[in-house]
């Protein structure tokens, strides 16, 4: 993983190809949306903790197929509840949904890749500057 303080659970190819050198990325290539969720809880569960919303960004969850989300590399004894309730509520949201993605032509993913790089880039010098690294 990474030699950072922090690890990015990622479904998005621009943000491995982007951070990969740098920043220690989690790609999951064939999860959807909801599945990166998922697995970004199964990390809570297992005494991660999220460092950036897993719903970020103007981008309602059921428009996009591409979601980046920061967590501490470094394991806890215990479960974050903070970190546990914010990934249920970002899956509930995205479950009482009834809107639901339509097949999108390259360019618009390659558009939803580079917002979700956007929002993970951003959130790269706070990491940074809390002491994440």
Same mark, same amino acid.
């Not at 501490?72 to 479950?95: H, N, V, Y």
């Given at each position: 993983? #990474?030699?950072?303080?922090?690890?990015?659970?990622?479904?998005?190819?621009?943000?491995?190809?982007?951070? =990969?050198?740098?920043?220690?990325?989690?790609?999951?290539?064939? =999860?959807? *949306? !909801? =599945?990166?969720?998922?697995?970004?809880? /199964?990390?809570?569960?297992?005494?991660?903790?999220?460092?950036?919303?897993? $719903?970020?960004?103007?981008?309602?969850?059921?428009?996009?197929?591409? !979601?980046?989300?920061?967590?501490? +590399?470094? !394991?806890? &004894?215990?479960? /974050? $509840?903070?970190?546990?309730?914010?990934?249920? %509520? +970002?899956?509930?949201?995205? &479950?009482?949904?009834? @809107? !639901?993605?339509?097949?999108?032509?390259?360019?618009? $993913?390659?558009?939803? %890749?580079?917002? =979700?790089?956007?929002?993970?880039? #951003? +959130?790269?010098?706070? +990491?940074? @500057?809390?002491? %994440? *690294?």
């Amino acid at each position: 993983m #990474s030699k950072k303080a922090y690890i990015v659970v990622t479904n998005n190819p621009l943000v491995k190809e982007q951070l =990969d050198e740098t920043v220690g990325v989690c790609y999951f290539s064939e =999860d959807s *949306h !909801r =599945d990166l969720l998922e697995r970004v809880r /199964d990390f809570v569960h297992k005494g991660y903790r999220i460092l950036t919303h897993p $719903l970020a960004g103007s981008v309602k969850p059921w428009e996009t197929p591409y !979601r980046s989300v920061m967590i501490t +590399a470094k !394991r806890e &004894e215990k479960t /974050d $509840l903070f970190s546990l309730e914010m990934i249920e %509520q +970002a899956i509930f949201a995205l &479950e009482k949904s009834k @809107a !639901r993605p339509v097949t999108l032509n390259e360019k618009v $993913l390659a558009d939803f %890749q580079i917002v =979700d790089f956007s929002l993970i880039q #951003s +959130a790269l010098p706070s +990491a940074e @500057a809390h002491g %994440q *690294h």
